[in-house]
Structures are given as structure tokens and as C-alpha cells.
């Protein structure tokens, strides 16, 4: 298969004459099918390509609570291939914090961009950097009065962010926004940002577009041109800088993305598609057992 080439322009939108941008959408569209339809070719082409992906929504279905992912059996050896395949070029960018991530993935580590961009581990065995203090107690005492409302409102707190959920009690959301947008309005240093049946307060500044724009600096994914799939308005940025830097990005339909404007239909097309990349063509969610396809 052939790929329109989109290196020359990987810097950024900036240096694009403006005679060739009218014609940039076209080609994005190009290479975004060309993708879709042949993923082993993701794999295929050594140093080529890395994958960007977010958890929730993306990789595994909504839960009525965060806690309550269910991660097929074999999603694990699959994620782990993908990544070998891939010369470990994957990463997640995640909303949720690394060791959130490690712990529903367990026993595999990667590479992961945590808490919309405010904590970072860079490589799948090293250790966590945060990039932002944690949130303050006050901070949380306020929310947590907020959330009083209902028992069914479920506050997380991770690291540098705090996410308010009210998946159970969604005729919550306007009260729970104007609360929570007037405490965030009090501070200079932190913004609320809505999600899938999530409201969270986030420290200004950080973002999965920046996690992602930080991580693409460094090996192994310098040189490479960034794949981001997401299925939320946190995701936007990182699929927006990912196709600034001469990738793709590629979205799952859901409560946010309607299947139009998605490239994906959810969560189960999206992993089978991962799977081809990495080359584990028989994939399939209710396999109990599955062996890691050579690297
Ligand atoms: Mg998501």
C-alpha cells in the first residue's frame, strides 16, 4: 500500500505556505483512511509510527463508576504486543493518574501521560514525574461540599486534578457546573473541564495536547509521526496536536464524537483495529487465552 508521504511538514502548521493548506485536509483524509483500512501497515513500517491512546471510552467501555472497568482478558497480551511491535512507541494519555492506569492494567506498564498531561512516566519501568502539585485540601473541601448533593456523585482525586462524576444522576450536570465553575472561577490556576458525565477541575496550563507534544520530544517517539485516538472533548487537543505534528488523529464515536465524526464506531472496533496493528489478527475479546504475537 501506498501512503501519501506527510513528512516535510512535521513541524508545524505554522511553516505550511498558505497556497498548499486548502489542499492539507484532503491529504489528512487520505492517510486517515489509508490507515483505517490497512493497520498492519502501522506496524509494519519499522520507526514509522506511534501510537497515542486514551483509556476510558477508547480502550475499554464506560463504567457507571471509574472503578467499575470491566478490561477484557485479553486486552492486556494485546496492548503488550502492540507496543513491542511498535518499538514501544505507545503510550497512554489518559485522564486518569499512572498508577490508575497501571492498576487496571496490571501486570503491564506503559508508557503513559496521566492526569490530562500533569504527570508523566516516560518510560513503561520508570518512575513517575509530576508536573503539577497536588491539588490542595481546601480546594477538595470546597468540592466535596458541592458534591453533597447526592450520594450517586462520585469525587476522585488524583494528583493535580479533581474529577467530579455524576454518571448516575445526570440531571445533576447544571448544578453541579455552576458550583464547580464558580469555585474554579475564584482561582487564576485551575479550569473546569467537562467529559463524559465528568466535570473536572484541572490546573490551567496542561493538557493531553501538551503530554502528548512533551512526549513526541523524546525517544522512542521522536522522529515518528503521532497516531492519537480518543473519544472525548479532553482528547481534543492531543488529536489536534497529533495532526499539527503531520499524524492522525482518530476518534471513537460515543456520548461525545457522534458516529459522523468518528472513525471508530466504539470501544470494540477500536481495540480490534489496535489488534491488527499488532498483528494479532485472530483477536477477540472473549478469547480466555491469548499468546503475544512475535515483536
Ligand atoms: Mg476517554
Known amino acids: 500500500m501506498h501512503f501519501p508521504c506527510a513528512h516535510g511538514r ?27 483500512e490497512a493497520p498492519g501497515e502501522v506496524g509494519g513500517v519499522a520507526g514509522r509510527w506511534a501510537l497515542f491512546i486514551d483509556i476510558d ?51 503491564l506498564k506503559l508508557i503513559t501521560s496521566g492526569v490530562h498531561g500533569t504527570e508523566v512516566r ?19 473541601k470546597e468540592i466535596m461540599e458541592v458534591a453533597r448533593a447526592s450520594p450517586d456523585i462520585v469525587v476522585e482525586t488524583k494528583g493535580a ?29 485551575i479550569v473546569l473541564r467537562p467529559g463524559r458525565r465528568v466535570l473536572e ?8 495536547g501538551a503530554g502528548l507534544a512533551s512526549l513526541m520530544r523524546t525517544a522512542p517517539f521522536k522522529g515518528r509521526l503521532p497516531i492519537m485516538i480518543g473519544d472525548d472533548y479532553g482528547d481534543e487537543s492531543a488529536l489536534a496536536i497529533a495532526e499539527e505534528l503531520g499524524g492522525v ?20 472496533a477500536t481495540r480490534r483495529w489496535l489488534a491488527r496493528v499488532a498483528g494479532v489478527e485472530a483477536y477477540s475479546d472473549d478469547m480466555p487465552a491469548f499468546q503475544p504475537a512475535d515483536a
Not at 513541524?11 to 489528512?28: A, G
Not at 488523529?249 to 470494540?268: C, M, N
Open 10 to 36: 512535521t513541524s508545524t502548521s505554522r511553516t505550511i505556505p498558505s497556497k498548499s493548506r486548502c489542499y492539507l485536509p484532503l491529504v489528512m483524509q487520505h492517510l486517515k483512511s489509508a490507515l483505517l
Open 201 to 208: 477541575v484541572l490546573p490551567k496550563g496542561y493538557s493531553k
Open 122 to 140: 516516560a518510560s513503561p519501568s520508570g518512575e513517575t514525574t509530576m508536573l503539577v502539585q497536588p491539588t490542595s485540601q481546601g480546594l477538595l
Open 57 to 107: 471510552g477508547t480502550l475499554l467501555e464506560m463504567a457507571p463508576t471509574p472503578d467499575a472497568v470491566v478490561v477484557p482478558a485479553n486486552l492486556i497480551g494485546m496492548l503488550d504486543a502492540l507496543s513491542r511491535k511498535l518499538g514501544g512507541a505507545l503510550a497512554l494519555s489518559t485522564g486518569r493518574s499512572v498508577a490508575e492506569a497501571d492498576r487496571i492494567l496490571a501486570p
Open 249 to 268: 488523529g482518530l476518534r471513537v464515536a460515543g456520548e461525545y464524537f457522534p458516529p459522523e465524526r468518528a472513525d471508530f464506531s466504539g470501544v470494540v
Open 161 to 189: 486534578g479533581i474529577a467530579v462524576h455524576y454518571r448516575k444522576v445526570p440531571e445533576l450536570r447544571p448544578y453541579l457546573e455552576a458550583e464547580l465553575g464558580r469555585i474554579a472561577a475564584l482561582r487564576d490556576t
